[in-house]
């Protein structure tokens, strides 16, 4: 019963390299979303996608890339890290379910950029 | 646009006191709202939601009521446990007709001691 599966838990970069952030989920669920958790400010969208080929900006998309080829997979990309970036990111898959949204997250991925 | 406000914590209580969390919410329309808990070094967990005015979700003794003449949710407990701290996330989301997506609250730490 895995979920909402990321990878890597942890991660560590250097300014200016780029990396993917792994997302997969295995509830058949339309809708993803990536989050970026900081202290004092909750969760803050950065992507989301409603379904495989459709995705959208959120609140903080910028230095970031996604892409949805598959149901069940969305990655995130940090093009140029920066330390701005340092951040705990969640992602979620979501169903509509007696009209409302419903999210699982995944255990998230602690960035530090250095 | 939708935003989210959950009372500053942290909250320390001792063990079997009352809880009470203040969330108060804008939005347009009929939003969802939700409830979500934090462990430590794991993702958000659904603790309970209520998809429409006067609606009270419960879970685990926690309990909120959808008070739209207020905009409030506020979370409730009677009796606290050391197992119950975490942070907790005051969370809406509105369905536009091509997406539903979820707002959070800055979060609120709660310790209970013995």
């Known amino acids: 019963n895995a979920g909402v599966t990321q990878t890597p838990k942890f991660q560590v970069l250097k300014t200016g390299q780029s990396m993917t952030l792994q997302c997969a989920q295995d509830m058949n669920h339309e809708y993803m979303s990536w989050y970026r958790q900081d202290p004092g400010m909750g969760l803050r969208l950065i992507h989301y996608?409603?379904?495989?080929?459709?995705?959208d900006q959120g609140e903080v998309p910028n230095g970031y890339n996604v892409s949805r080829s598959t149901t069940e997979d969305f990655p995130l990309r940090l093009l140029s890290a920066a330390p701005s970036q340092t951040s705990v990111y969640f992602c979620?898959?979501?169903?509509?379910?007696?009209?409302?949204?419903?999210?699982?997250f995944g255990q998230g991925t602690r960035l530090t950029v250095v | 646009g939708n935003s989210v406000t959950q009372m500053e914590g942290p909250v320390t209580l001792s063990e079997e006191a009352f809880l009470t969390i203040n969330c108060t919410y804008t939005a347009t329309g009929y939003p969802s709202l939700f409830w979500y808990v934090q462990y430590p070094g794991e993702g958000l967990q659904l603790l309970l939601k209520?998809?429409?005015?006067?609606d009270k979700g419960s879970n685990k003794g926690f309990e909120a009521t959808y008070r739209k003449e207020t905009t409030s949710f506020h979370l409730e407990k009677g009796s606290v446990q050391v197992s119950d701290s975490a942070v907790y996330f005051c969370?809406?989301?509105?369905?536009?007709?091509?997406?539903?997506?979820?707002?959070f609250g800055t979060g609120t730490r709660l310790q209970v001691t013995l």
């Open positions: 996608s409603v379904g495989a080929g459709i995705t």
């Open positions: 209520a998809t429409k005015a006067d």
């Open positions: 979620a898959s979501s169903y509509r379910a007696q009209g409302a949204i419903e999210a699982f």
């Open positions: 969370a809406l989301s509105r369905y536009t007709g091509t997406a539903s997506k979820l707002t």
